[in-house]
């Protein structure tokens, strides 16, 4: 791919030609020898703005040959994290892709929650896989809650060191006459602020007690903090689901890298850590 560039657009210190009237941008994917010209090239290699994990020099070519380096973020694979929990209660794997293309493949045995995980990969572009197995004949309160305290883990695995992401995200879904709120920030500190006003106690079979308590084990795994408010909605479905587009599209935007930072952590202190 090639872009021209009038040569006012150009930073002075990539102008050592005066007679240059126009520069070529060309973006290669594999180093490839780069035919010289009197015209100013930017050849940068391999470079994905979404995962800095590794550092390529890219390389300001005139026509003679010189250069000047500098470090880019390049692709080095997707953040995956996994988890398998099981007690006298339940069995549940876990396995989610920060960088998928929002492939939802959920089977938790509580139906109304495998559609609010299809919610997180869908408005997410996350891969979310959820098999789980657990006392349903009792009620959904541990197979939900295990589910939502994998899912954490495997976030903070996915996440790593966590640098060169936007760590912050906040996002207002609305769902017909819902509109709920959510804000967080991959922190390392788990807190949750609640503010659902759900009118009835049921979903079909899904108890709507225990949307506080999926997200409550959710931030406690993964070191996340997250506010939820609702700013209005009638409709107990409409705001649960809104709630979890909410959370897909925040998480996308605190996940996914912020290129100024070049893969550095995003902290005054230099460090975000789960404690």
Do not use: W
């Amino acid at each position: 791919m090639e872009l021209t560039l009038p040569q006012t657009q150009l930073h002075p210190k990539y102008l050592p030609f005066p007679s240059l009237k126009s520069s070529r941008v060309s973006v290669f994917h594999t180093i490839t020898p780069v035919p010289t010209s009197p015209l100013f090239q930017a050849s940068i290699f391999s470079l994905n703005p979404r995962n800095p994990r590794n550092i390529s020099t890219a390389a300001l070519v005139d026509g003679n040959g010189n250069s000047t380096s500098s470090t880019f973020p390049i692709d080095s694979g997707a953040r995956i994290g996994e988890m398998k929990r099981v007690t006298k209660e339940t069995n549940v794997s876990v396995k989610i892709n920060l960088d998928g293309t929002g492939v939802a493949d959920n089977s938790s045995g509580i139906p109304f929650l495998d559609h609010m995980l299809d919610q997180l990969a869908s408005h997410g572009l996350f891969d979310v896989h959820v098999k789980a197995t657990g006392d349903t004949h009792i009620d959904d309160h541990h197979t939900n809650e295990d589910v939502a305290l994998a899912i954490g883990t495997a976030l903070l695995q996915a996440l790593g060191d966590r640098k060169g992401i936007n760590r912050f995200g906040n996002f207002s879904a609305p769902l017909d006459e819902a509109l709920v709120h959510v804000s967080l920030d991959l922190s390392g500190r788990p807190h949750l602020g609640y503010d659902l006003n759900i009118p009835t106690q049921r979903v079909g079979k899904y108890d709507t007690q225990l949307v506080e308590h999926f997200f409550q084990s959710l931030v406690n795994t993964s070191g996340m903090t997250l506010h939820i408010r609702q700013f209005s909605g009638t409709n107990s479905h409409h705001i649960i689901e809104a709630t979890f587009k909410a959370f897909a599209r925040a998480l996308r935007q605190a996940t996914e890298y912020d290129t100024r930072r070049r893969g550095t952590i995003p902290s005054s202190k230099g460090v975000l850590s789960r404690s």
